[in-house]
């Protein structure tokens, strides 16, 4: 059973009068199995909140359905098993940090000794404890994100969406977070992430979904969304000797990179081991050889911009 | 149920965040000091010479139910006027972004969250009655030792006025995600079309002529809550420990109320956020 599932997942507004109508998600399919922190990333506008809230019962598709769990998010109590961090979270001025967990730990389901517990343990883990008594009025962003991050797993759920988690987060209470999540993953807890921060999303997920314009345009581990194609790094004792450079095949191609390092396009791993074979004969010295691959943010925008483009045409 | 009463406890204590209900305490309390005053000062003599002059003690309950009601009636108009003003926002501010995703994530259906916010606010007010009724009650009743436990239905009788409007007010609400159409629509029927067309149907229907006309108007009597009949009529009537003599502005109150309930649950059921 799949943590989270949709089948053709389709959200189309329409204006006032219902003459104009944007997709804001078109035939979303996802399946992500159970304890996977799964990031999706996309720019503004391109569905990603939308989703979520398809996912929560918060808005309805006008096509196609989805499950959480097992079951379908129109019953709403399998929401006792989530928990939900929304980007721009109100909550009543007039209670302080505590009673904001007691009232949405209450309505998760839990009371009494139980509740009192978990309210203690979570302002703890997002270093509020002292702040417990304050009116969230009072609070900063960052306090209320962390706030925020408490009130979603107050009910100690399974899965959990958290959109936009570090917005508003200094770097080390960013760092803290991701230490909440990774801890939450050992757990066996889901975790579905909305994210601009596309460094941040690559320390922390398993698997990464690209949405554009309402379609997913891309889906997979982080790995091998980011790695390049037989493109490999190499640095050598001094420099190559001209002879090597100058005899490369069809497809093959050297660069200098900054560092001083070379990058070497190869067509398979064939050509690499006959490469080494090659500097060894020679009597070179290797210094390191290591695979290149694109930052997230690399690959990210390159999609979108392909994406756009293809869209054009 | 529980999540219902989760909520309604929670519209409370936002009724006195907002300082509504603290509002409305001192407001009763100052109604209760003058009305100690004026009573603590009133000659008994006066009353008792019509209960001799008479030998009916009936007259004597009479006149005391009626300073009673003379002094709540006025004020309880004037704290449904305010508790339209204070509770018009309750739905709108539950439904703003990032306040409404967040209770719509947590297992608890649409209609509990609605039934809620509506009880929460009918609490705040039912509360606020009870204080300020009570109390001139009380005073009365120490003072020219008859009590009138009768006098105590206003307490249900206004209580169940701003229920009516109040629904209104919600449905309103989940409409224009505001609180300014609810607010005006509930002034407009609790002072203008409300006692408006109690006038009509008392004193002009009968001098009406025309068929058509009278429809039109029998119509909009029937549809629109009886705010006006309720607090005048019915409660004088039970406050006074008389029967009461036509139920039909409760039941059509009423059945407006459910009307307006039932459309606000609809329309949020299958609204959008």
């Known amino acids: 059973m799949n943590a989270i599932e949709t089948n053709s997942l389709t959200k189309i507004y329409s204006s006032s009068f219902g003459k104009k109508k944007i997709t804001a998600l078109n035939d979303f399919t996802i399946s992500i199995p159970p304890g996977t922190i799964f990031g999706l990333l996309g720019p503004n506008g391109a569905g990603k909140t939308t989703l979520i809230k398809l996912l929560l019962g918060i808005t309805f598709p006008n096509a196609g359905n989805s499950k959480i769990l097992g079951k379908e998010v129109s019953d709403y109590k399998i929401k006792s098993r989530i928990g939900y961090l929304p980007e721009n979270h109100k909550y009543p001025p007039y209670l302080s940090g505590k009673q904001v967990l007691e009232f949405f730990g209450k309505l998760s389901g839990m009371q009494g000794f139980e509740l009192n517990r978990r309210i203690d343990e979570m302002l703890d883990l997002v270093k509020l404890e002292k702040w417990k008594k304050i009116k969230v009025k009072a609070y900063s962003k960052g306090m209320m994100q962390r706030l ?42 889901t975790i579905f992430l909305n ?10 997920t398993d698997r990464v979904g690209i949405l554009n314009k309402g379609k997913l345009i891309r889906e997979g581990k982080v790995s091998e969304l980011t790695e390049r194609k037989q493109e490999y790094r190499i640095r050598v004792e001094g420099k190559l000797p001209q002879t090597i450079t100058e005899n490369l095949l069809a497809g093959q191609s050297i660069t200098v990179l900054s560092d001083g390092a070379y990058s070497l396009k190869l067509n398979d791993l064939n050509e690499l081991n006959s490469f080494i074979d090659q500097l060894r004969n020679n009597h070179i010295i290797i210094t390191e050889v290591l695979p290149l691959k694109n930052t997230l943010e690399e690959m990210f925008i390159s999609l979108i911009y392909e994406s756009d483009k293809e869209s054009v045409q | 149920m529980k999540n219902i009463l989760i ?161 209104l007010i919600v449905l309103c609400g989940i409409l ?98």
């Not at chain 2, 149907?201 to 029998?218: A, F, P, Q, S, W």
Request: contains cysteine; hydrophobic residues 55%.
């Open chain 2, 176 to 273: 224009t995600k505001g609180s300014m159409l609810g607010m005006m629509l509930s002034y407009f029927i609790f002072l203008i079309l409300s006692p408006l067309l109690l006038v009509f149907k008392e004193k002009i229907y009968m001098l009406i002529d025309n068929n058509i006309v009278k429809t039109v108007i029998d119509v909009i009597y029937y549809i629109v809550p009886k705010t006006a009949e309720l607090l005048s009529k019915i409660n004088v009537d039970l406050a006074l420990g008389k029967p009461v003599s036509d139920f039909q502005p409760v039941i059509t109150s009423f059945l407006f109320l459910v009307a307006c309930m039932m459309s606000s649950i609809w329309l949020f059921n299958n609204k959008d956020f």
């Open chain 2, 7 to 167: 909520i309604t406890w929670f519209t409370l204590r936002e009724a006195m965040a907002r300082k509504v209900i603290i509002f409305f305490a001192g407001l009763s309390i100052v109604t209760l000091l003058i009305t100690f005053a004026i009573i603590a000062v009133t000659d008994l003599n006066t009353l008792l010479q019509v209960q001799n002059q008479t030998n009916d003690p009936q007259i004597f309950k009479e006149i005391v139910s009626s300073i009673q009601l003379m002094i709540v009636n006025p004020l309880s108009g004037l704290c449904l006027l305010l508790a339209i003003f204070a509770s018009s926002s309750f739905v709108p501010v539950m439904l703003e972004k990032g306040n409404i995703d967040l209770l719509l994530s947590k297992p608890v259906s649409r209609s509990q969250l609605l039934w809620g916010k509506y009880f929460g606010g009918v609490l705040v007010v039912f509360l606020n009655i009870l204080f300020l009724v009570a109390g001139v009650w009380l005073i009365i009743s120490f003072k020219f030792n008859y009590w009138n436990i009768s006098f105590l239905y206003s307490v249900v009788i206004i209580t169940f006025t701003f229920a009516v409007l109040y629904s």
């Open chain 1, 195 to 204: 994210s601009h921060l596309l460094s941040e999303v690559e320390l922390v």
């Open chain 1, 148 to 189: 925020g991050l408490a009130q979603a797993m107050i009910n100690n759920p399974d899965v959990l969406f958290l959109d936009e988690p570090t917005d508003g987060v200094d770097p080390i209470g960013r760092k803290e977070i991701r230490d909440i999540l990774m801890n939450l993953k050992e757990m066996g807890k």
